[in-house]
């Protein structure tokens, strides 16, 4: 086999790698346009009419409207001009995809790994717009035969060599910096920075009394901890969760420092036991991303993305660097304080989930055969195997946290004091804001393992936009979310009797109003459910979280098997385990990853 198609080989596997492992579609990273090398198979009769033509269809945010003008029988420009999709995880997919339609005159091109709805949306949209203007589909969606490229090798330097891009990957950039250093290199394997906090729901606990006290509940660092502790049935390390628990406010205004704005409100996420989850303004995760994303541009830290680390470096028992496949370079990248690992849980393999179930709450045993993810596609667990191969020390593998949802279906809200929950019979099983394990499990002893979370009018913003920046409507029409105008109408829409789901939601009221649950113990009250429309999403626990990793201490140093320092190596955020225990409350990754970034980037500047 000659050089050149090695180098396409290879560049082919890690598209397939990064593209395929973990994501449902067989998409890839779009190359940089420099790096383009795509063209149609021959030039084929498309059938094309000059002038300028739309299309629709509907995405994740609602409709996505393109633009495609026709100028001698070719595509000669093409755009997305409207749409409601979450910006930056689908920023790639709209500006991307029609450049590439446009570039390879094709629309067999791929979608953008990480957002395949909006790719989805943005590809349909634009056929839309070419089938209005003749074209021939099955012509202009011929496979696209790719040229091979020559691949690089490049050697690179910084003083902290960052793997990932998500929000310890970040936080420990920006500490890095404050702690002094001068250049920092961050490698990402996917085509956007974010990792899985980009779509998180973005709750973030932190005991804010002051604050807290205001709206009436009483708390403190002590009970976060305890909470944190117990909730993961004692078997985190407590120094570790008295550290994230002590620094976890710090976070909290740091970030606002950086110009993170924060909701008022301060309110309970799913499994997060207590009123201490803080929101942003902005959806999802989208918040942390963009501030700190803008931080570590501002700071001049360089962040490589599409480009996948495969190995730590070390030399005479300290780690110095690591090696990383770009698309089209082969990179040494040499790390004169060390090196830090973010890359993440691994909740998006399930393989790798199984291998090491055992006594856990889940087993091979109650693990469910099928299971959907709510991680993103680069959630795999890379960074746990590169590190045990220079003899790092795992802990907690055996512990993983479904999520009693997933990741498509939040519905109107994710808070618990909004909602009830219901089995098919139309009955309450659980307590609303009962630990995920709790919910998780009592769900699948359920009918089909699945539950219809309730709620009313009263949740519903003027915007009519969900927690999560989703449109209700586009929800509704997809039947994601039923929306019904009496309690009756939703019993029967959603296939339950009638007479259960009315007496279930009186007695509920009836609890509201007393805050007292004689049945399954809730402690968390809103309001009542009595204004209509009312709604209901159908839910089903989903792999979520991965509360085992990396061996680390408190100063975010990864140990040994003997309990060693490994010079060199650092870790924060989910690749890291021990500190969630076997259930990690909701809420509580998002301060483990800004208290842990922030510890690693100072330790290592150390
Ligand atoms: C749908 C969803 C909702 C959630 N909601 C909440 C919530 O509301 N509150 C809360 O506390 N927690 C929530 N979580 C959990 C929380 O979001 C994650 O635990 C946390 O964001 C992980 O952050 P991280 O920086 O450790 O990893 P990530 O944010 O996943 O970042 C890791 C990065 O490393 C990259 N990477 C991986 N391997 C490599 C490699 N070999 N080379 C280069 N790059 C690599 C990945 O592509 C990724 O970008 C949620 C999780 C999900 C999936």
Redesign the pocket.
Known sequence: MNKKKIAWLLVLTMLLTVGISACKKTETPPESPSNEATKMEETAETGLKDGVYTGEATGYGGTVKSEVTVKDGKIADAKVVEHGETTMISDMAISEIPKRVVETQSLAVDGVS?CTVSSMAVKKSLEKALESAGADLKALKKEIVKEAVERKTEEKEADVVI?????????AAVSAYEHGAKSVII????PF?????????????AADPEVQKAQGIEDSIEKHIEQTYEGGHKVGNLDLVTVMCTNALDGVHWLADMGLEWKEKIGS?VGSKWPR?HQTEKP??TGYITVLGNKVKELGGEILLN????ELIVEDGKVVGVK?EGIDTDYTIRGNKGVIM????Y?GNPEMVREYLSDGVYTKENLPEKLV????P??????IL?AQKIGADVIDMQHIQL?PMP?DRFGPS?NVEDSFFINKEGKRYVKEDGGRDEICLATLAQTDGQYFMITDAQIVPENRKTLSGENLDVLIAKGIVVEADSVEDLAEKIGVPADALKETIDTFNGYVEKQEDPEFGRTVWGKKIEKAPFYATLRYPAL??TMGGLHINTEAQVLNKDGKVIPGLFA?????GGIHGDN?L????????IVF?RIAGESIMK
């Open positions: 990480g793997i990932g891009a998500g929000g310890a990957g970040l936080s490698v990402e394997k996917m920075i974010g990792g899985n906090t980009l779509r998180a729901g973005g709750a973030y606990n996420v989850s999802l995760g480009t996948k680390a495969s990383a973010a890359t993440g849980g909740a993810s709510t991680n993103h680069g959630a795999t667990g890379e960074g590169m999520l990741g994710i979520h979280h924060a955020g989910e690749v890291t990690r909701g809420g509580n990754a998002i301060a483990d990853i970034g």
